[in-house]
T-cell receptor, first 112, second 115 residues
């Protein structure tokens, strides 16, 4: 069975600073990997996904993530954080049958 | 393109009462999911449908939860009787198969408080 670990429960960064959110996964086959963002009271919005090919994937809102098979990681990055990025971020791994397993999320706070 | 629609958005019930949530997936999406998200945790899959058949319901507490997708489109999730620990957000999602894999699209969720 697959699993996802997001080691950081809460991260605080200053506006304009760079951001990296960590995600480690466990899955026996080639994973499908996702990052979602959830604002308070809202559903999950897809930021980016990795299925195959280039290991550096670009997403919406200026986010990117890098798949590192040797480290079983799929960390999310943004070079300059905006106050509107404050939200909860979820990493997920999916099988090719479409079953997704989510991490418990990382809450991002942005300081002015 | 319309997204995944869910209703009601918010519901407060007493324990031992029943509640039902409705979901209308994105048009053309064959796969429909119900997830439970407890505060402070990631979504947990309750049930996955492919058209009107169940693909995975291994995490569904079948003594109190039921779900159906009779015509392969809309779906209903029911809880009867509700317990305090059922307080959560119930997220409906849908996806379709493509050459670049399945991408899951979520609704805004139905927020349940059991008192």
């Amino acid at each position: 069975a697959q699993s996802v670990t997001q080691p950081d429960i809460h991260i605080t960064v200053s506006e304009g600073a760079s951001l990296e959110l960590r995600c480690n996964y466990s899955y026996g086959a080639t994973p499908y990997l996702f990052w979602y963002v959830q604002s308070p009271g809202q559903g999950l919005q897809l930021l980016l996904k990795y299925f195959s090919g280039d290991t550096l994937v670009q997403g919406i809102k200026g986010f990117e993530a890098e798949f590192k098979r040797s480290q079983s990681s799929f960390n999310l990055r943004k070079p300059s954080v905006h106050w509107s990025d404050a939200a909860e971020y979820f990493c997920a791994v999916a099988t090719n049958a479409g079953k997704s397993t989510f991490g418990d999320g990382t809450t991002l706070t942005v300081k002015p | 393109e319309a997204g995944v629609a869910q209703s009601p958005r918010y519901k407060i019930i007493e324990k031992r009462q029943s509640v039902a949530f409705w979901c209308n997936p994105i048009s053309g999406h064959a796969t429909l999911y119900w997830y439970q998200q407890i505060l402070g945790q990631g979504p947990k899959l309750l049930i996955q449908f492919q058209n009107n058949g169940v693909v995975d319901d291994s995490q569904l507490p079948k003594d109190r939860f039921s779900a159906e997708r009779l015509k392969g489109v809309d779906s209903t999730l029911k809880i009867q009787p509700a317990k305090l620990e059922d307080s959560a957000v119930y997220l409906c999602a849908s996806s379709f198969e493509s050459s670049s894999g399945n991408t899951i699209y979520f609704g805004e969720g139905s927020w349940l408080t059991v008192v």
